[in-house]
């Protein structure tokens, strides 16, 4: 019989190729950077080909260990998927779940969920992972984690969605601003004003400048900010005015700033809460549900 690698063996090599550096592979695997070392070793004898080019300074993948662990990525998945499959059969949500969730809704949907979730499903191990998402889905369709809370619209390949719920945007802007006497605003209002956004590569950019029919290269934008947080401060010290979603409005964001929130106008379009996985994972089911456990809590917050 053909002696054929290990998913130990495969799952070392992995590491190593996202780390560069056995120390860190052997951390990320949970072992000694000796096993792991005598682990890609025995892999190398298996196969009988170098995988790994190894120095004093650095470490990488031959070509060839290049494919081998592209191959042994998608072997680990599809491992990974069944021991998924027969634990979502016998009881769903329970077992480990590694979710994505971008940095515009973990802060402000996370301390709201995570109670009622752990009462509701006390065996659910819940690994979370905060990263814009792009890298989130590049995430996802590796392998490294299970499902993503995003935001829609987002252009995704390969994947399944839940919608969750809609998240109208608010304007946020000093109490002295000429739009903050109005109590309802119109996208035309905001063609002018000083508009805060966040930096390239958050997708609230782009939903933000949607909801105010404004093109996504816009003129006279000088300052952006790195996080939600700081687009507020920036806001309060009467930098401009900005759109922040109702879901961090409503935990908070605004609190303490002095800032005046206004809603727009009902035709105004909202960014859309979504779960997403895999369309290969077996626990699809499971994610349906986490989806309307979701939205049953956000719910119940509203009628609160």
Same mark, same amino acid.
């Given at each position: 019989m053909k002696p054929l690698p290990t998913l130990r063996q495969l799952r070392y090599l992995s590491a190593? /190729?996202? +780390?560069? +550096?056995f120390g860190r592979a052997a951390e990320a695997c949970l072992v000694t950077q000796s096993t792991l070392s005598a682990g890609l070793q025995e892999l190398e004898l298996i196969l009988g080909s170098t995988l790994v080019e190894r120095t004093?300074?650095? %470490?990488? !993948?031959t070509p060839l260990? %290049?494919?081998v662990e592209r191959r042994g990525a998608r072997l680990l998945r599809e491992a990974e998927? #069944?021991?998924? #499959?027969v634990q979502a059969a016998s009881e769903p949500l329970s077992g480990s779940l590694r979710l994505g969730v971008i940095p515009t809704i973990a802060p402000y949907l996370l301390p709201r969920l995570l109670p009622p979730l752990r009462q509701s499903f006390p065996k659910l191990k819940l690994y979370l992972r905060e990263d814009l998402s792009a890298r989130l889905l590049? &995430? !996802?369709?590796? &392998?490294?984690?299970? /499902?993503?809370? !995003?935001a829609l619209p987002y252009a995704a390949e390969g994947v399944e969605v839940a919608e969750i719920c809609q998240d109208p945007f608010l304007l946020a802007c000093p109490p002295n601003h000429p739009l903050a006497a109005k109590p309802q605003l119109c996208p035309d209002d905001l063609a002018e004003a000083e508009l805060l956004l966040l930096e390239d590569g +958050?997708?609230?950019?782009? +939903?933000?400048?949607a909801a105010c029919h404004l093109p996504s290269a816009r003129g006279g934008e000088s300052i952006r900010g790195t996080s939600l947080h700081t687009?507020?401060?920036m806001a309060a010290s009467g930098l401009g005015v900005?759109? !922040?979603?109702?879901l961090a409005v409503e935990a908070g964001a605004a609190e303490g700033t002095g800032l005046a929130v206004r809603p727009l106008g009902e035709d105004a379009p909202a960014r859309v809460l979504a779960l997403m996985w895999r369309k290969s994972s077996p626990r699809g089911a499971e994610f349906h549900q986490l989806a309307q456990f979701v939205a049953d809590v956000l719910a119940a917050g509203h009628k609160g």
């Open positions: 190593l /190729a996202e +780390h560069r +550096h004093k300074r650095w %470490v990488m !993948l260990g %290049v494919e998927d #069944m021991v998924d #499959m590049d &995430g !996802l369709n590796s &392998g490294q984690i299970d /499902a993503a809370l !995003l +958050h997708c609230l950019r782009e +939903h933000a400048l687009v507020v401060q900005t759109l !922040l979603p109702r």
